[in-house]
């Protein structure tokens, strides 16, 4: 979560460097009003409640800054059920912790298969199993949801979750390359048969799996990419890893692809919804 910078008691140059490190550029917390004050040295970093666009065409929309104060606030408003919070601090407790999805995150994942009445759904990336296990709570008793992933690890703590919650009669682990499995998948004749798909994998594979996806689910359907922001990476030039320059092609791609109808959401590290046209 980002903070702004307040010109108070530093010289510019100073806010500057301290700015660079927080990731936020000067020009919009210039703008930002009511600001909340911490000290970083001999410069004044406030967090600042809302942002503005650069772009002043869009008309100088203020737009909220999730602040750790107000991400609490927006956690303590979540329904998450009991084994859910249970498995999310265990798994807090492991490497890797940070790939799990958050809680805000999960109830949306829910909210979109209760939406859509999904019946059918698949995961590709499944980690100890936090967004699997949402959407398997909220599946008809008939329904189904393929996990896939590579790692057996995990997969036996996503599994172990399963029993407790009583959902294991509605999951399908597909331990292996989750490409692999989506190819398998459409030879078995199982294309345009599913209602969601959601992908937290390999970032450079994204593509791939999106393809793969699109043959999978039906029209009306929704695929949802996780990580589209990448820690805010995608928007620095500076930063041209492997992963990023996967997840900015992938995003630019998605832009002008007419098969589906799309929505960037800023929520965890970024989400974009994607329903089949």
């Known amino acids: ?9 530093c010289s510019i140059s100073v806010c500057r460097k301290a700015d660079t490190l927080l990731n ?3 020009v919009s917390v210039v703008r930002s009003l009511k600001l909340s004050r911490r000290l970083i040295g001999n410069c004044s970093v406030t967090a600042a409640p809302f942002v503005v666009a ?6 100088n929309k203020q737009v909220i800054n999730l602040t750790p104060r107000l991400y609490d606030y927006v956690l303590s408003n979540v329904r998450e059920p ?4 249970q498995l999310r601090e265990e798994t807090a407790k492991l490497r890797g912790s940070q790939m799990q999805v958050s809680p805000d995150q999960g109830q949306l994942l829910a909210m979109l298969v209760q939406i859509l009445g999904a019946e059918k759904c ?5 980690y100890t199993g936090y967004s699997s296990l949402a959407v398997a709570l909220v599946l008809p008793e008939s329904g189904c949801l393929v ?27 597909k331990h292996g390359l989750a490409a692999e499995s989506l190819k398998s998948m459409i030879e078995n004749g199982e294309g345009s048969s599913y209602d969601f798909a959601f992908v937290d994998a390999d970032k450079r594979m994204y593509q791939d799996y999106f393809e793969l996806l699109l043959q999978l689910v039906r029209v009306g359907g929704v695929i949802v990419m996780d ?3 990448w820690h805010g990476r995608v928007a620095d030039p500076m930063v041209n890893d492997a992963k990023t320059i996967s997840i900015r092609n992938f995003n630019e ?14 929520i965890g590290d970024g989400m974009t919804i994607c329903r089949k046209r």
């Open 1 to 9: 979560m980002a903070s702004g910078l307040a010109m108070n008691r």
């Open 24 to 26: 936020r550029p000067t």
């Open 54 to 59: 650069d772009d002043e065409k869009y008309g």
């Open 82 to 85: 009991k084994i859910l919070r």
């Open 122 to 126: 698949i995961e590709v990336g499944v």
């Open 147 to 173: 996990a896939c992933d590579r790692d057996p690890n995990s997969l036996e703590v996503a599994k172990r979750y399963y029993e407790l919650a009583g959902v294991s009669h509605k999951v399908i682990v």
């Open 227 to 229: 990580n589209v922001l």
């Open 253 to 266: 791609k998605l832009m002008d692809d007419e098969r589906v109808s799309i929505s960037m959401v800023p």
